[in-house]
């Protein structure tokens, strides 16, 4: 489903990505983890081409991101994106949040990009928020219509950019409940996040990045039991003990 | 000091005849507000577009909206305006020009305040624009292209209607400011509020009377515009977001 | 073809020199009485004197109500007259700049005022707290704390603003005071090449200006590094 090459991008002299390379397969559900500064959210913006990269190649269900020729908001609309800080449309409703894109984006009609709207909304447990703004809501319940926005859009897999992170500590289980449910019914699943309670219940797979660099990608089995190298065992170390 | 006070005087049939001093004051209200408001839409609709460019990624079209607010922002308003009414007509292809200088005076006089005031506030528009979209979290934008919409669709859709509110108390301020920019106009001959305030000294001498009427009239136009804005701004407000409930 | 002849202008650079130190000196006086007067006008509308404070709020809001054009030409014809009274002066002395400098100085004054309010009010609020703890009145708290601090702030605005007060002295023109945007309009009229010395005007102005501001943007990176 993702295919990443030997990806590099750098900011001058700069790297901040150095020769990345991994997959994730159809119905797989990978976590990438690492200390902050570390790449992992720059890589996960690289695959929906939110950041430009300079050499290697990504192919998302087998058209190249990179290729300056793919036609990218075609791509972004097949591929889900939950970000730190929720980023719903102030100005908009919870409804219109949901619709927006389905009507401007996918063409679908009013009622039907309301109805699924809804209906999503559902599943993530706000339907009686669905009037709101979403200034009128709490952080959690944000960032679940966020979810319910990216899947609206029916995606063919799903990335999440630190979904926990700008969260008050009550309200990041709520979050991890709808992501959880989202990945035993098969959705293809890159996430970056520390939440290694999360990690040890879905992920298949473990990515762990430092200095821009992939270190360990392994089983969540063999990651947990017995990390490699000696920056991912303080890491976890460190988290763990948290 | 012994003034005569003489409030009667804006009573009195004015020099001209057909009218009363009151009458001119108000003739110079109406310029002042046909002026500043026709100025104002103009201003509004360059500002947003130029600021709009001054943040696309393309560097052309982002350098030329920088070297355009640079050019207003640099020049004295007086400046500008005699340029636009002396300098300009002499630079046209000569029957364009012929023609324009034969055209009403008064006509001529307004045209020259409209662009001038138009492009000169443009100018601060888009500054206030630029900031209002540069102020939204880099999140917004990211938000919009990850849900498929193209660079113009996340504008219109994600970055602009947020902007726009956010711009609303700045540009209260410029909106004020074309008005008391409009006064400028007088210099070249446009028989707006100040300079019939002028020439009202210069027929009655009550200098002291002229003086209060015009003072009065423009705080009155500030206090209209505050309470528009005002409005506006309940108007836009966005729930649980910045001053909405 | 509008066929351009800048010949008048190399002969009438000390004229124009003359008309660059008068608007220079506008600016400078302006923004000296500017900065001192407007300093007393923010303290005194924060003060908790409420005569004081309404005062100040008077004075600045309608000094911003009102466009400058027109306080220059009122200044013009009220001024004059008052000077002369008070000191005696035979009628028909020449004020024109005195009255030019007064104006603008109370009218930037309120501009100014309100840039060091919004300065003094971006001080911590625990900063008079602590000074009140160590004992200093209001005067020396304002004096040796506050201001300080508010000024650093500040200095980008007051210097932008006195750009403005500058380009805004061009319309002393009102007075036929020949500042250095008097003086070109005078030789352009003269000569009949007003097209060449308008532009020519516009074009010092950017200079200057532009320059001006760019060192300002500089300083703001370094008083703010981003």
Request: net charge positive; aromatic share 10%; proline share 5%.
């Amino acid at each position: 489903m993702i295919k990443i090459s030997n990806v590099s991008k750098n900011y001058g002299a700069f790297d901040v990505l150095k020769d990345c390379s991994t997959t994730v397969q159809k119905g797989e559900v990978v976590v990438v983890c690492g200390p902050s500064g570390s790449g992992k959210s720059t890589l996960i913006k690289c695959v929906n081409g939110l950041e430009p990269f300079q050499s290697g190649e990504i192919i998302v269900d087998g058209t190249s991101v990179g290729d300056p020729k793919t036609n990218l908001s075609k791509l972004r609309s097949r591929v889900g994106m939950v970000f730190q800080h929720f980023e719903l449309f102030p100005h908009m409703s919870i409804t219109e949040n949901l619709a927006i894109a389905q009507i401007k984006v996918l063409g679908r009609k009013q009622d039907e990009a309301m109805d699924k709207g809804l209906k999503l909304l559902d599943r993530v447990g706000l339907k009686a928020h669905a009037h709101k703004f979403p200034g009128q809501l709490s952080g959690g319940q944000q960032q679940r219509v966020a979810i319910a926005r990216a899947l609206a859009m029916d995606p063919i897999c799903m990335l999440f950019d630190e979904p926990t992170s700008a969260l008050d500590p009550e309200m990041i289980n709520e979050v991890l409940d709808v992501m959880t449910e989202l990945a035993q019914e098969g959705m293809t699943m890159m996430c970056v996040t520390h939440e290694m309670g999360f990690a040890k219940r879905v992920a298949n797979r473990v990515i762990f990045m430092d200095h821009g660099r992939i270190v360990e990608d392994d089983s969540k089995e063999a990651f947990f039991a017995n990390p490699r190298s000696e920056r991912a065992q303080q890491f976890l170390a460190k988290i763990l003990h948290h | 000091m012994n003034y005569q006070w003489h409030w009667g005087v804006f009573l009195q049939p004015s020099a001209s005849g057909d009218d009363t001093y009151l009458g001119w004051m108000l003739s110079g209200l109406k310029m002042t507000i046909a002026l500043s408001l026709s100025a104002w839409v103009l201003a509004l609709a360059l500002g947003a577009l130029i600021g709009v460019l001054r943040t696309a990624p393309n560097k052309w079209l982002a350098g030329f909206a920088t070297a355009y607010v640079e050019l207003f922002r640099n020049i004295p308003l007086l400046v500008q305006l005699f340029i636009w009414y002396f300098v300009l007509p002499e630079l046209l292809p000569e029957s364009i020009g012929n023609a324009y200088k034969q055209s009403n005076p008064m006509l001529q006089q307004f045209l020259a305040s409209m662009i001038c005031l138009a492009l000169f506030t443009s100018a601060r528009v888009a500054e206030q624009v630029r900031a209002g979209i540069n102020s939204l979290p880099k999140g917004q934008k990211n938000a919009g292209l990850a849900l498929g919409f193209t660079l113009p669709q996340t504008y219109r859709f994600v970055i602009l209607p947020m902007a726009f509110r956010l711009v609303v108390p700045p540009l209260t301020s410029e909106f004020l400011n074309i008005f008391k920019n409009s006064a400028v106009c007088s210099t070249i001959g446009l028989l707006e509020l100040a300079a019939q305030g002028r020439q009202l000294v210069d027929y009655t001498a009550q200098p002291y009377e002229s003086f209060i009427a015009v003072t009065v009239a423009y705080l009155l136009i500030n206090v209209t515009v505050m309470f528009l804005m005002r409005k506006v701004e309940h108007r836009v407000a966005v729930p649980g977001y910045l001053g909405g409930k | 073809m509008y066929e351009f002849d800048w010949s008048s202008i190399p002969g009438a650079l000390p004229f124009l020199w003359d008309g660059m130190k008068i608007s220079l000196e506008i600016t400078l006086t302006a923004v000296v009485i500017g900065i001192v007067w407007g300093t007393l006008l923010a303290m005194m509308r924060l003060s908790s004197l409420k005569p004081l404070a309404l005062f100040a709020a008077g004075y600045v809001n309608l000094f911003r109500a009102v466009p400058l054009v027109m306080v220059l030409l009122w200044f013009f014809l009220i001024v004059p007259k008052f000077i002369e009274q008070l000191f005696g002066l035979p009628p028909g002395t020449d004020l024109r700049l005195t009255s030019a400098m007064i104006g603008f100085a109370l009218f930037e004054s309120a501009y100014y005022s309100e840039i060091i309010r919004a300065g003094i009010q971006s001080v911590p609020k625990g900063q008079m707290a602590a000074c009140s703890a160590l004992g200093m009145t209001y005067g020396q708290a304002m004096r040796l704390v506050i201001l300080p601090q508010a000024f650093r702030n500040m200095v980008p605005l007051l210097l932008t603003q006195a750009i403005i007060l500058f380009q805004d002295t061009s319309l002393v023109y009102v007075s036929a005071l020949a500042d250095f945007f008097g003086a070109a309009y005078k030789v352009g009229d003269r000569d009949g090449r007003l097209v060449e010395l308008l532009l020519f005007a516009g074009a010092v102005y950017f200079v200057i200006c532009f320059a001006a501001s760019t060192v300002v943007k500089r300083l703001q990176k370094k008083f703010h590094p981003a």
